[in-house]
């Protein structure tokens, strides 16, 4: 199971920007696919975008197309999510996965997690 430490976050206002970062540890976290989910308090996990381990393949959530940036570089164990123009609505905790072999919308699909990282909007 890989070992994943998340960075970045914090509090900003509504149309500011955050990044925030994924390092992944193990011996196989180079072939795997990596996304990012969120959970609002009260709601469930929901999925944000996710990015193939060949960095060729991305996907969003309808909620942050156009506004977020999923990224990678290929062969590497670090991913990112640059998160731009920035709503009240995506407040959260995120969280970084991992799986084998492809990105998948379900969480429960996912065995390795980072730590959570929140990230609050103010309008």
């Known amino acids: 199971q890989e070992q994943l430490v998340q960075s970045g976050g914090g509090s900003v206002q509504t149309g500011g920007s955050l990044t925030l970062s994924c390092a992944a540890s193990g011996p196989t976290a180079r072939t795997l696919a990596m996304a990012w989910f969120r959970q609002a308090p009260g709601k469930e996990r929901e999925f944000v975008a996710g990015?193939?381990?060949?960095?060729?393949?991305?996907f969003y959530a309808d909620s942050v197309k156009g506004r977020f940036d999923i990224s990678r570089i290929k062969g590497e164990n670090t991913a990112s999510l640059q998160m731009n123009s920035l709503k009240p609505e995506d407040t959260a905790l995120y969280f970084c996965a991992m799986r084998f072999p492809t990105v998948h919308r379900n969480p429960l699909k996912y065995d390795s997690w980072g730590q959570g990282t929140r990230v609050t909007v103010s309008s």
């Open positions: 990015i193939s381990d060949s960095a060729t393949a991305v």
